[in-house]
């Protein structure tokens, strides 16, 4: 069984002291110490095994994702803005929702960007986002279906339906389409190699 540190230093941040309920914790404390989760962060197990492992309902883990996401209205509805400056007339529903999956990669970086989406968009010239832009509903329907699966990713589920690697964070439109990469640098492009939910 390996071994591994954690800081206590998580007790003295103030969104788990006055944010977290009881189960949050619970599960945060699951996921530093599973066996299932790697150095980066990744686990590979399924919603059965967190289930079975933390002797909690199916039906309550989803719960926790139903409620988590009321809490990201304001920055669902930022999302659905910048995709409609980004890629309103890019064809195909996994290019969209690859824009709002490069703003959630931002988010979760752990280097030079911001730990939130509405300081990951409202950034100096870093997404198309302004406040007076028209949100439209296929939109918001579409960041709801994206912020669900980065939050069911964050819960340990595997293969959630994300169409952007985690690690690339920029992207410029040409010829009809975002093309993302890696670094702001770098000539090489997102190939679409993993399998897209949507049906388009």
């Known amino acids: 069984m390996p071994n591994r540190n954690i800081t206590t230093e998580m007790w003295n941040d103030p969104k ?30 399924s919603l059965r095994t967190i289930s079975l492992e933390c002797k909690l309902e ?10 988590k996401l ?3 209205d304001e920055e669902i509805k930022m999302l659905a803005q ?6 309103r007339g890019v064809k195909g529903t996994h290019h969209k929702a690859a824009v ?11 280097t030079e960007f ?21 949100v439209q509903k296929e939109f918001v329907e579409l960041a709801k279906d ?24 920029f992207f410029h439109g040409a010829n009809g389409y975002n093309h993302f990469r890696k670094t702001y640098t770098s000539k090489e492009y997102w190939d679409w190699s993993l399998e897209s939910p949507y049906p388009d």
């Not at 910048?82 to 890629?87: D, K, L, S, T, W």
């Not at 669900?148 to 994300?162: P, Y």
Request: proline share 3%.
């Open 58 to 67: 199916l039906d309550e883990i989803r719960n926790r994702i139903d409620e």
């Open 146 to 169: 994206v912020v669900t699966r980065w939050l069911l990713e964050k819960e340990g589920i595997e293969e959630v339906g994300r169409v952007l690697p985690v690690d690339y964070y």
């Open 70 to 72: 009321l809490n990201f």
């Open 100 to 110: 709002m999956w490069c703003v959630l990669n931002r988010v979760d970086s752990e």
């Open 16 to 45: 788990i002291v006055d944010e977290f309920e009881a189960l949050d914790i619970y599960l945060f404390q699951y996921l530093l110490t599973s066996p299932h989760t790697y150095l980066c962060g990744i686990m590979k197990c």
């Open 82 to 87: 910048v995709v409609y400056n980004e890629a």
């Open 114 to 134: 911001h730990n939130s989406i509405k300081e990951v968009v409202t950034h100096p010239n870093a997404f198309a986002w302004y406040s007076s832009t028209r």
